[in-house]
C-alpha cells in the first residue's frame, strides 16, 4: 500500500546551528510525494497513464488572452498592487452581473498572485498568530492549514457548524474559511449554509473567507457568492470572497486571482502587500481584465468539462464506485468504501492514478478525487479500463 502523508510536526529548534528556525519542519510531508509508488505502477500500464489526479488544466489558454498579453507585452513600468482601473472595473464588473454582488467599488477588490500564495499567507496577512483559531473544512485543499500553520495558529476541522460549536465551546475563531463548490468533493454549499457561516462569523468577530474558485463549473446545483445580497444582505463587512481565473480561464500559468469583500479588510491588505512587493504583472493584468469580461470561453469549459464528467462517472460507477456529492467543481469523489490507499492502488494496476481521499483530510480516508482536468482521450481511455474490468 502507498504511504501516507505524515501530519505536520510540531517545530523544536534543539539540534539547528544557532537555534535556526527551520520553517519546513512545521509543515507536513508534500503529499503528492506520497503517491509516487502508484504513480510508477499507473505509467507502467501498457495502455499508457491515465493521470486524473491533479486539477491542472490540460485544454488551451483562450486566444483572447495571448492576444492581449502580446500586446500588453511592453511593460516597462512596475504595476500597480491595488490594480489598473481597467482591471478593478473588470472584477466589480464581474462580481456584480455573474454573482450578484453589490455595493463593491474600487476599494472592495484586490488582485493576487494566483490564490493559492493568498489562502497560504492570508492568516499572517490578517496578522493572526499563536492566540489563534482557524476554521477549515474537515475534507478540504491543504493549504489552508498549511496557512495556519505557518501563521502558527491553531487549525480546527469543521464537519458542520453544529460539531464545530460543541469543539470550541466558548473559543471564537480569527478566520473561518468555506469552500463552495468544494475541492476535492465537489459539494455546493446551500444558501441557509451560507447564511448560517455568515451569521457564526459575524457574531464571532471573524474574517469569513469564501473559496470560490470553481463557481463557473456547476453540474447538479447552482452556486452562490458570499457576497450576494441573499447571503450577507447588502453588508459585506468581515467576508472575503476568493476567485480564480486558474480554472475558469485556463490560466493557472499566468497566477491570476483576486479578492473581495469587506473593503477595511482590502484595504488593510492591499498596504501590506504594497510594502512587500505582492503585485501582479502588468501583462497578466490585462489578459485578467480581457477575460473577466467575456463569458463564451468559459461557456466552451465547461462544456468540456461536462462532456468528460458524463464520460467518467458512469465507468466509475460500472467499477463498484460511489460518488458522494460532486454537484460542482472539477472532480468526482468516488469511494468503494475502503482505505482510499487501497483504492488508489486498484486503480494504479489500471493505469489510472487519482488522488488519494486523506490528502485532504482525515475525513477523506475512504474516498479518492478524480480530476476531470484530462484530455478527451485519456478520459475515454480511463473509462474503457473501468468498464472493462467491472
Known amino acids: 500500500m502507498t504511504s501516507r502523508p505524515s501530519p505536520a510536526s ?4 534543539e539540534g539547528r546551528a544557532g537555534g535556526r528556525r527551520r520553517v519546513a519542519d512545521i509543515l507536513p510531508d508534500f503529499p ?12 507502467s500500464h501498457p495502455g499508457g497513464l491515465c493521470d486524473l489526479s491533479v486539477g491542472t488544466p490540460v485544454d488551451p489558454t483562450p486566444e483572447l488572452a495571448r492576444r492581449v498579453l502580446a500586446d500588453a507585452a511592453d511593460a516597462h513600468g512596475y504595476p500597480t498592487t491595488m490594480g489598473t482601473h481597467a482591471l478593478r472595473d473588470a472584477i466589480v464588473a464581474y462580481l456584480s452581473d455573474r454573482w450578484g454582488a453589490v455595493g463593491l467599488g474600487h476599494r472592495g477588490v484586490l488582485p493576487v498572485i494566483g490564490t493559492k500564495e493568498l489562502v497560504a499567507w492570508l492568516p499572517l496577512q ?5 492566540a489563534d483559531t482557524i476554521v477549515v473544512p474537515a475534507v478540504a485543499y491543504p493549504t489552508y492549514a498549511v496557512g495556519a500553520l505557518l501563521a502558527g495558529a491553531r487549525v480546527v476541522p469543521a464537519t458542520d457548524l453544529e460539531s464545530l460549536r460543541a469543539t470550541l465551546g466558548d473559543v471564537r475563531p480569527s478566520l473561518v474559511w468555506i469552500n463552495s463548490p468544494a475541492n476535492p468533493t465537489g459539494e455546493i454549499l446551500e444558501d441557509s449554509a ?5 451569521d457564526y462569523a459575524r457574531a464571532a468577530g471573524a474574517v469569513l473567507a469564501s473559496d470560490e474558485c470553481y463557481g463557473e463549473f456547476a453540474w447538479d446545483a447552482e452556486p452562490r457568492s458570499v457576497l450576494h445580497p441573499s447571503i450577507c444582505g447588502e453588508d459585506h ?17 499566468y497566477r491570476a486571482g483576486f479578492i473581495a469583500g469587506d473593503q477595511g479588510i482590502v484595504q ?15 501583462p497578466v493584468q490585462a489578459v485578467m481584465a480581457a477575460l473577466l469580461g467575456d463569458d463564451e470561453h468559459v461557456r466552451v469549459q465547461r462544456e468540456r468539462y461536462r462532456a468528460r464528467r458524463e464520460v467518467l462517472r458512469p465507468a466509475l460507477e460500472a467499477a463498484g464506485f460511489r460518488i458522494d456529492h460532486s454537484a460542482g467543481s472539477l472532480y468526482l469523489w468516488a469511494t468503494r468504501d475502503e482505505d482510499c490507499r487501497t483504492t488508489l492502488d486498484r486503480l494504479a494496476a489500471l493505469g489510472i492514478l487519482a488522488a488519494p481521499g486523506d490528502f485532504y483530510g482525515e475525513a477523506g480516508a475512504r474516498h479518492v478525487r478524480v480530476a476531470l482536468t484530462a484530455t478527451d ?13 467491472a
Request: glycine share 10%; net charge positive.
Open 237 to 253: 463587512t468581515g467576508l472575503l470572497a476568493v476567485h480564480s481565473l486558474s480554472k475558469r480561464s485556463n490560466l493557472a500559468g
Open 126 to 130: 490578517l496578522g493572526l498568530g499563536p
Open 377 to 389: 482521450e485519456r478520459i475515454a481511455e480511463a473509462a474503457r479500463r473501468l468498464t472493462e474490468q
Open 194 to 198: 451560507l447564511r448560517a457561516w455568515v
Open 10 to 13: 510540531t517545530f523544536t529548534p
Open 268 to 282: 488593510d491588505l492591499l498596504e501590506l502587500r504594497k510594502h512587500a512587493g505582492m503585485m501582479m504583472p502588468g
Open 32 to 43: 503528492w510525494d506520497t503517491i509516487a509508488g502508484a504513480k510508477a505502477t499507473a505509467a
